[in-house]
């Protein structure tokens, strides 16, 4: 079956950076693309980003487009997302998400477990 | 960016009833639309994509409908497990967006 393991949590300082993998089984990696998608304390949910699984290729939400970077290893089919100087409000939770190999599909058919980024001084 | 607008906010429902939750685009985004559920403490779950057709493995008592800018998740009879809030998400244009949550309670 289709899952997608997340790293664990970290606690970061305001400033430092913060990777987190997302580690995928169950399907051919290279098929399909990640989303990355973000959830504040007590808020709804706001995406971050894409990355191809196929060829690598990215479209970021603006918000994020000078700090985040979204890379993958497909030998290790692994969905890497980094976001750099941080600050409070980044404080969240950080789901990664399929997309599924449909023509014109853009939504997100699994999700990972989440992974919990704290940004405090 | 396209603006997904949902309502109610909070909708409450007896079991055994039927909800119904809304959710307007600030354009167009034809069919190209999805409906997520989110239990506390857990990551989101697909319900509806294509603006209609069910996610694998969701009861049949989810539907949705709706193309352009209006949609519409209908839970024709809710049980005590549907307790969750829902996100509707546009993925027509870049960025995708979500709209704000309707928490459904039971």
């Known amino acids: 079956q289709v899952q997608l393991v997340q790293s664990g949590a970290e606690v970061k300082k305001p400033g430092a950076s913060v990777k987190v993998s997302c580690r995928s089984s169950?399907?051919?990696?290279?098929?399909?693309?990640i989303s990355w998608v973000r959830q504040a304390p007590g808020q709804g949910l706001e995406w971050m980003g894409w990355?191809?699984?196929?060829?690598?290729?990215?479209n970021y939400a603006q918000k994020f487009r000078d700090r985040v970077t979204m890379t993958t290893d497909t030998s290790m089919t692994t969905a890497y997302l980094e976001l750099r100087d941080l600050r409070s409000d980044d404080t969240a939770v950080y789901y990664c998400?399929?997309?599924?190999?449909?023509?014109?599909?853009?939504?997100?058919?699994?999700w990972g477990q989440g992974t919990l980024v704290r940004v405090s001084s | 960016e396209v603006i997904m607008t949902q309502s109610p906010a909070t909708l409450s429902v007896s079991p055994g009833e039927r909800a119904t939750l809304s959710c307007r685009a600030s354009?167009?985004?034809?069919?190209?639309f999805a409906w997520y559920q989110q239990k506390p403490g857990q990551a989101p779950r697909l319900v509806i994509y294509?603006?209609?057709t069910r996610a694998t493995g969701m009861a049949a008592r989810f539907s949705g409908s709706g193309s352009g800018t209006e949609f519409t998740l209908t839970i024709s009879s809710l049980q005590s497990e549907d307790s969750a809030v829902y996100y509707c998400?546009?993925?027509?244009?870049?960025?995708?967006?979500f709209g704000q949550g309707t928490k459904v309670e039971i």
């Open positions: 998400a399929r997309v599924p190999n449909i023509v014109g599909a853009k939504h997100s058919d699994h």
């Open positions: 169950g399907y051919t990696f290279t098929s399909n693309a």
């Open positions: 990355i191809s699984g196929y060829n690598g290729n990215t």
């Open positions: 354009q167009s985004v034809s069919n190209n």
């Open positions: 294509g603006a209609s």
């Open positions: 998400q546009q993925y027509n244009d870049w960025p995708l967006t």
